[in-house]
C-alpha cells in the first residue's frame, strides 16, 4: 500500500483535489434553460410550424388562394376537395390561410425588427451620450406616449390609407418609442459601470466602447422586449386589416378575413372563426416563447 509520504506533494494535491467544474457561460446557460423548458419549446415549434408553413404556402396550398366560385360559398369544413371549407366568394379557406399566414407574418415581425434597429440605435445614443441629446430624442419619444398605441396606428394608417407599406409604418412609428426607451434605460445603467469606465481609461473609442462593451450588455433586454411586440403587431395589423384600414382585398390576410366572414357568422360560424383562431395561435404562441426567452436569459450569478 501507497503512504502519502511515498507521493509527490504536486500528486498527492492533484489526489485530493476534485475534479474541476466546468463553468457554463452565459449563452450556454440561457440554452440549458430553454433545453427543459418544454412549454417554450413547443410553442416554439408551434412558431416554426407557422413560419414554414407561410414559407412553403405554395407547396401546401391545394388550390388558388384567389380562385373564387359562387356555386361553392361558405361550404362546410371536408366539403369535396375543400379541407377546410370556403369562404363567401368560394375560395378555398385553407390555401388562404396559409398565404395569409405569410402577410400576418411580415406585417407582424417586419415592423418590429424595423422598429428595434431605429429605437434601439436612438435609445443607445440617448443612454450613452446622455444631456441634451438624451433630452432631445427623449423628450421626442414621449410625444407618441401620449397617444394610446392602437389609436396612433389607426390615426397613421387612416391619414397615409390602406395598404401593408402604410399599415407596417404606421406599425413601425408606434413601436420605435417603447423600444427606444428601454435601450435607453439599460444604456444609462451601464455605461456607468466600472468595465465601461476602465475602457474610458485604456484609451478606446466611443464607437469601440459602444459596439464592444455596451451592446453585448443592452442586447438582451432589447431582443427580448422586441419578441413580446411581434404578438402584439400580428393583433393590431389584423385589427387594422379588419377595420379596413391595412391590407385590401382580394389579398389573403387572417384579419382582413375575419371582416369579410363576419357577415356569415349565422350561416357557417365555425368557418368564420378560423381565421380568428388562426391569429390566437400565433399570437400566443411568439408571446409564450417571448416569456420563455425572458425566463431563461434572466441569469443571476
Not at 252 to 261: A, E, H, Q
Request: hydrophobic share 50%.
Amino acid at each position: 500500500m501507497v503512504s502519502a509520504s511515498s507521493v509527490e506533494p504536486q500528486a498527492l494535491a492533484d489526489m485530493q483535489s476534485g475534479p474541476a467544474l466546468k463553468v457554463r457561460g452565459y449563452w450556454a446557460s440561457v440554452a440549458y434553460r430553454l433545453r427543459y423548458d418544454y412549454l417554450t419549446l413547443f410553442f416554439g415549434g408551434m412558431v416554426i410550424l407557422v413560419i414554414l408553413s407561410a414559407i412553403f404556402a405554395p407547396l401546401l396550398a391545394p388550390m388558388d388562394p384567389y380562385q373564387s366560385s359562387m356555386i361553392n360559398r361558405l361550404k362546410p369544413i371536408g366539403y369535396k376537395d375543400f379541407l377546410l371549407g370556403t369562404d363567401e366568394l368560394g375560395r378555398d379557406l385553407l390555401s388562404r390561410l396559409l398565404y395569409g399566414g405569410r402577410i400576418s407574418l411580415t406585417m407582424g415581425v417586419l415592423p418590429v425588427v424595423i422598429a428595434t434597429l431605429v429605437g434601439g440605435t436612438l435609445g443607445v445614443i440617448a443612454g450613452f451620450v446622455g444631456g441634451k441629446v438624451n433630452m432631445a430624442i427623449m423628450r421626442i419619444m414621449d410625444v407618441f406616449y401620449a397617444f394610446p398605441s392602437i389609436l396612433l396606428a389607426v390615426a397613421i394608417s387612416g391619414a397615409m390609407g390602406g395598404g401593408i407599406v402604410n399599415g407596417m409604418v404606421s406599425l413601425t412609428l408606434i413601436f420605435i418609442p417603447p423600444l427606444c426607451r428601454v435601450a435607453e434605460t439599460a444604456t444609462s445603467q451601464v455605461r456607468s459601470l466600472d468595465f465601461v469606465e476602465a475602457a474610458r481609461a485604456s484609451g478606446a473609442g466611443t464607437f469601440s466602447i459602444i459596439s464592444v462593451h455596451i451592446l453585448g450588455n443592452v442586447l438582451g433586454p432589447i431582443l427580448i422586449y422586441s419578441s413580446s411586440l411581434v404578438s402584439v403587431s400580428i393583433l393590431i395589423a389584423s385589427g387594422l386589416s379588419f377595420l379596413g384600414l391595412g391590407v385590401t382585398p382580394p389579398e389573403p390576410d387572417w384579419g382582413l378575413m375575419l371582416n369579410t366572414l363576419r357577415q356569415a357568422i349565422y350561416i357557417n360560424p365555425v368557418i368564420c372563426a378560423l381565421p380568428g383562431v388562426a391569429i390566437l395561435i400565433t399570437s400566443i404562441s411568439f408571446n409564450l416563447v417571448s416569456d420563455g426567452l425572458r425566463s431563461a436569459m434572466d441569469v443571476r450569478l
